[in-house]
T-cell receptor, first 112, second 110 residues
Framework: DGGITQSPKYLFRKEGQNVTLSCEQNLNHDAMYWYRQDPGQGLRLIYYSQIVNDFQKGDIAEGYSVSREKKESFPLTVTSAQKNPTAFYLC???????????FGPGTRLTVL | GQQVMQIPQYQHVQEGEDFTTYCNSSTTLSNIQWYKQRPGGHPVFLIQLVKSGEVKKQKRLTFQFGEAKKNSSLHITATQTTDVGTYFCAEHTNAGKSTFGDGTTLTVKP
């Protein structure tokens, strides 16, 4: 059963701690993305990766970091430098850039 | 940077009424994608439009891409309660940048 998995669904962290969100896909897609969604707003691109070992900053990359060591995996680290980390984080993948994206179920991060 | 404006922000309709959301850009779009996000869920891809003036239909949904490729619309005929959710337009470029509108949230009163 192909798809994108994100875990956990809900995550709570104390302020000042780094936290890593996982994203795994078995769709054999080359491109992967991370978005942030705040209540009542659209999706804002954090980072994207077109191929393994390569990734690019999106519109709001400050305070975040990523890695793409495997085609299937694109973890996102929310660092303590991110001023307002509480949000809904969505991972997506696509066969290539410029085509439709498939989204995971998301992780709701709350920083206390 | 590129901005995609979407209106209205909210739309409340009676079941059976029609619904339309509009997406506008100040610059030419390379393509337009439409997604639906149910409450508490994640965005699900609906359709992609690429050509100037393109019109595509999916049952009660009609998608249009403007002649100048600066605007797009999604029209739902005879809404049903299953249509509830937030509809987003987005542009995905060859450079990897993805820009989403802020979405139109549709509520349907039975």
């Amino acid at each position: 059963d192909g798809g994108i998995t994100q875990s956990p669904k809900y995550l709570f962290r104390k302020e000042g701690q780094n936290v890593t969100l996982s994203c795994e896909q078995n769709l054999n897609h080359d491109a992967m993305y991370w978005y942030r969604q705040d209540p009542g707003q659209g999706l804002r691109l954090i980072y994207y990766s077109q191929i393994v070992n390569d990734f690019q900053k999106g519109d709001i990359a400050e305070g975040y970091s990523v890695s793409r060591e495997k085609k299937e995996s694109f973890p996102l680290t929310v660092t303590s430098a991110q001023k307002n980390p509480t949000a809904f984080y969505l991972c997506a993948s696509s066969q290539a850039l410029r085509v439709s994206q498939y989204f995971g179920p998301g992780t709701r991060l709350t920083v206390l | 940077g590129q901005q995609v404006m979407q209106i209205p922000q909210y739309q409340h309709v009676q079941e059976g009424e029609d619904f339309t959301t509009y997406c506008n850009s100040s610059t030419t779009l390379s393509n337009i994608q439409w997604y639906k996000q149910r409450p508490g869920g994640h965005p699900v891809f609906l359709i992609q439009l690429v050509k100037s003036g393109e019109v595509k239909k999916q049952k009660r949904l009609t998608f249009q891409f403007g002649e100048a490729k600066k605007n797009s619309s999604l029209h739902i005929t005879a809404t049903q309660t299953t249509d509830v959710g937030t509809y987003f337009c987005a542009e995905h470029t060859n450079a990897g940048k993805s820009t989403f509108g802020d979405g139109t949230t549709l509520t349907v009163k039975p």
